[in-house]
């Protein structure tokens, strides 16, 4: 999973604290898409977005949610008061454009973030 | 409701013995992937298959794309250590943007040495 950088790798927060996960694409891409993986579960789709665009975050809990791209900088998915029920692996991809092409070669995803909510 | 079905859930091996292992759905894909993900790791693609009765071969794994482009199959021939992990089958074209995937829930696959 070289390229796309993910961190921190694991994170610990208390019941009501916030999250912040961060993600720096791979060089030259400009889309990232966030994607939550539950224990047993499979991945599921967050949100996608572009630099300083939401394109589509049909997946993001109405709640406490929200993900941000800007001009400069990583990704940023952020968790407000967070419950037991956030714990999961929090995984982002990059690419560089989505058209058919590449779609073909697919996403590059990072190693992840592990959040504990104790 | 889950949109892609992977069969087995757990699928433990000998050395040397061959597998497949299947994705399916009752809806029609615009194209399928197969990935990997080893525990503590992002998952890794395998493959893209876009065409109904499409196979393609990576080494000693081979992927079938159904002629309905509805189901496929991943063949392991002469499995290794090495293969050992989650193999996910993930779709596009369920009305969602293109960077929305649906994931199977993946079949976790053991080989003992």
């Known amino acids: 999973n070289a390229g796309v950088m993910q961190n921190p790798r694991h994170l610990v927060r208390r019941r009501g604290q916030e999250a912040r996960l961060r993600c720096s694409p791979m060089?030259?891409?400009?889309?990232v898409y966030w994607y939550r993986q539950l224990p047993e579960e499979g991945l599921k789709f967050m949100v996608y977005?572009?630099?300083?665009?939401?394109?589509?975050e049909s997946g993001m809990p109405k709640e406490r949610f929200s993900a941000e791209f800007p001009k400069e900088g990583p990704s940023i998915l952020r968790i407000q008061q967070v419950v037991r029920g956030d714990s999961a692996a929090y995984f982002c991809?990059?690419?560089?454009?989505?058209?058919?092409?590449?779609?073909?070669?697919?996403?590059?995803f990072g190693s992840g973030t592990r959040l504990t909510v104790v | 409701t889950q949109l892609l079905e992977q069969s087995p859930q757990f699928l433990s091996i000998q050395e040397g013995e061959n597998l497949t292992v299947y994705c399916n759905s009752s809806?029609?894909?615009?194209?399928l992937q197969w990935y990997r993900q080893e525990p503590g790791e992002g998952p890794v693609l395998l493959v893209t298959?876009?065409?109904?009765?499409e196979v393609k071969k990576l080494k000693r794994l081979t992927f079938q794309f159904g002629d309905a482009r509805k189901d496929s199959s991943l063949h392991i021939t002469a499995a290794q250590p090495g293969d050992t992990g989650l193999y996910l089958c993930?779709?596009?074209?369920?009305?969602?943007?293109?960077?929305?995937?649906?994931f199977g829930k993946g079949t976790k696959l053991s080989v003992k040495p």
């Open positions: 977005l572009q630099k300083e665009n939401i394109i589509d």
């Open positions: 993930a779709a596009s074209g369920y009305g969602g943007s293109q960077g929305n995937l649906i």
């Open positions: 809806s029609v894909f615009s194209s």
């Open positions: 298959v876009v065409t109904g009765g």
């Open positions: 991809a990059s690419s560089p454009l989505v058209n058919i092409r590449q779609f073909l070669y697919g996403y590059t």
């Open positions: 060089k030259g891409h400009s889309h």
